[in-house]
């Protein structure tokens, strides 16, 4: 056992422990609290050893609720847009190019996009994937993660048949207990109504897993859900995938794929930038969490998220990066630092909340990460404070550098 001192400690589930402590053992975290009244020398105990971090606040390690490791070769290759859909054309532009899904460099920058993330205090990853070549990275990492098979298909002749050969290539794969796998769905204008219902019939077979959709993230997307016109419509046609028999729902996206039965409170929407007050109504009430991704959204022309309306709604929000071709790093604490700005009146506390526990659940894993409680996982961070650094929680979304960051304990649980 060993029990650490900062001058601060967030376990998330309650205020900032000023003075504070935790015990681990076995990378597990066993006991935290306060010294208050009791001096260190009283409370340091025969079996623990004794280990003072100094002047830093002891957080639960990060979690990045949406990426694309496989796309980690496109780091500043993908120009930033003014309108979502050329951005989309610069993306298909990029990956015409691709080498195969496998071939080193796209291996190499995904390596080094996992390392990093831990450099940045990210415990946690919820991946999406065409590929499934992150899964031997994620395993050989120590991050936990669900890798997401995406789905993307406008015209499938045999959706049931379609999905369930990606299930068989899931089960083939395995996964552990760290690294899981499920399915994603694209987005509702590039994944075809059956499509999206042979996924919820899927992940319906399994209580616990979650499923993501990229949901409201541009105009040119309403736009299309809406009246089955603009730019998306001109390019679903001109790849040749466009499907005469389909029908513009005539609703949000939020609305179609709510009226779909696809949402429920295993879903995680991203982005949600085109969202309306209704529709995040509609979308807290599901249970879906949200995860938002800010920086990616200004990079790609889909625009700055409500991030003021999304916490009014109370949907449980999320955060997440996206992936090295829309944004410059995989900093979850940049993210951080993003939404203070532009969303000035949220609580920092529900920021953090949003960088740790919203993204667990949403993902699954909040039995072991997400917050500092006995029994969970010890991957915990010591993020190192300035001599005055006023308030803790505020001073943590202002945009904590990497070199400020260490893991308390490397291992994971036994
Ligand atoms: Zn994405």
Redesign the pocket.
Known sequence: MVRYHASWVLPIVEPPIRDGWIVTDRGRIVAYGAYGAVTRRAAAHAESAEVDLGNVAVLPGLVNA?T?LELSYLRDEVPPASEFVAWIRNVMAARRQQPHAAAPVILEAMDRAIAESVEFGTAVVGD?SNTLVPFQSLLRSPLAAVMFFEMLGFNIADAPAFVAHACRELEALGGTDRVRTSLAAHAPYSVAPLVFRAIRHAIDRDPFVPCSV?LSESAEEVEFILNGGGPWRQLLEEIGVWNDAWRPPGVSPVQFLEESGFLNPRVLA?HGVQMTPEDLAKLAASGATLVT?PRSNGHTGAGAPPIEDFYASGVRVAIGT??LASAPDLSVFAELATLRALAPTVPAAKLLASATIEGARGLGFDADYGTIEPGKSARVLAVTLPAESGDVEEYLVSGVQRDQIRWVEHRNAD
């Open positions: 949406h694309h999406i990229h991203v991704c996206d992936s």
